[in-house]
C-alpha cells in the first residue's frame, strides 16, 4: 500500500497546527497553575523533545524515499532545537534556554507552516513530525511565560549570541553537507516542498538572505522578553 500524501496548506495541515496550537496552550496553562500540574508540563516537554529525535529516526526508516543519513544524524536545527530544549528543561541553564527560545520561535515554526514532509495521516513520520516541532515551540515559550526567562542586558546581547551559535551551526552543517552528501539546515539545496526559500533567489544567494532575515526575527523576539528597568528611586534627603 503507498504511503499517505501530505499536502501543504491542505485541511489536513491547517487540523495539525490547530491542533498543535491547542496542545500548546494546554501545556502553557498547567505550567501556569504550578505545583504538581507545572511539574507535570515541564517533564512532558522534556520527555518529547529528548525522546523525539529516536523516534523520528525510526519513523523516516519507513519512507524508503528519504536518505538514511539525512536522518539518522540529528545535525538539523530543528533536531538541535529540542535537545537544547529537552536539557534546558531540566537544568535550567540560561544559555541552553537562550537557544530554544531564538530557534524555535524563528526557526522551527518556520518547520510547521512549510513542512519539509511528503507523507501524511496516519504514517509515523507524519506524527513524529510534528510532534517533534510543537514541542520544541512549546519549550520555547514555556520559558517566558511560566519561567519568567528574560533576555540579557543590553537587549541586544541575547540575540546575538543565538545569532553566533547559528552561524557555528552553520559552518558545520556545511562541512556535513559536503562530505555526507547530506541536506542539513537545507543549506545544501531547498526542500521539495514550497518554503520560505522558494522567494530568497538560486543557491547559495538564498542563503545570504536567510543569515539577515535570522538576524532581524531574533531582534524583533526579543522585544518581548527585555528587562525593563525598574522605576527609579530616590534617595531620601538627608536630616538636618
Not at 11 to 39: D, F, K, N, Y
Not at 108 to 125: E, F, S
Not at 128 to 157: E, M, N, Q, T
Amino acid at each position: 500500500m503507498p504511503d499517505p500524501l501530505f499536502t501543504p496548506f491542505s485541511s489536513q495541515h491547517a487540523w495539525t497546527v490547530v491542533a498543535g496550537i491547542c496542545a500548546i496552550a494546554l501545556c502553557l496553562l498547567m505550567g501556569r497553575r504550578g505545583g504538581s500540574s507545572e511539574l507535570a508540563a515541564r517533564s512532558t516537554l522534556a520527555f518529547l523533545n529528548l525522546s523525539v529525535f529516536a523516534v523520528s529516526s525510526w519513523a523516516w526508516s519507513q519512507v524508503t524515499r528519504e536518505s538514511d543519513i539525512d536522518n539518522a544524524v540529528p545535525l538539523h536545527l530543528c533536531d538541535l532545537a529540542a535537545f537544547t530544549a529537552g536539557f534546558a528543561l531540566i537544568t535550567r541553564n540560561h544559555t541552553l534556554i537562550l537557544l530554544t527560545y531564538y530557534w524555535g520561535l524563528a526557526g522551527t515554526i518556520q518547520g510547521i507552516a512549510t513542512p519539509a514532509i511528503d507523507v501524511g495521516y496516519p504514517h509515523p513520520a507524519f506524527f513524529s513530525f510534528f510532534i517533534h516541532h510543537f514541542a520544541v515551540v512549546a519549550a520555547a515559550l514555556y520559558f517566558p511565560i511560566v519561567g519568567g526567562w528574560r533576555a540579557d542586558r543590553p537587549w541586544w546581547r541575547s540575540p546575538l549570541i543565538a545569532f553566533a551559535w547559528l552561524n557555528l551551526y552553520l559552518v558545520v552543517a556545511v562541512i556535513a553537507n559536503h562530505f555526507l552528501g547530506t541536506n542539513f539546515g537545507f543549506l545544501a539545496r531547498k526542500p521539495v516542498n514550497p518554503s520560505l526559500l522558494d522567494h530568497l533567489g538560486p543557491h547559495p544567494t538564498y542563503i545570504v538572505w536567510l543569515e539577515g532575515i535570522a538576524l532581524i526575527m531574533f531582534l524583533l523576539l526579543t522585544l518581548p522578553i527585555r528587562k525593563h528597568r525598574g522605576p527609579r528611586i530616590e534617595p531620601s534627603p538627608t536630616p538636618p
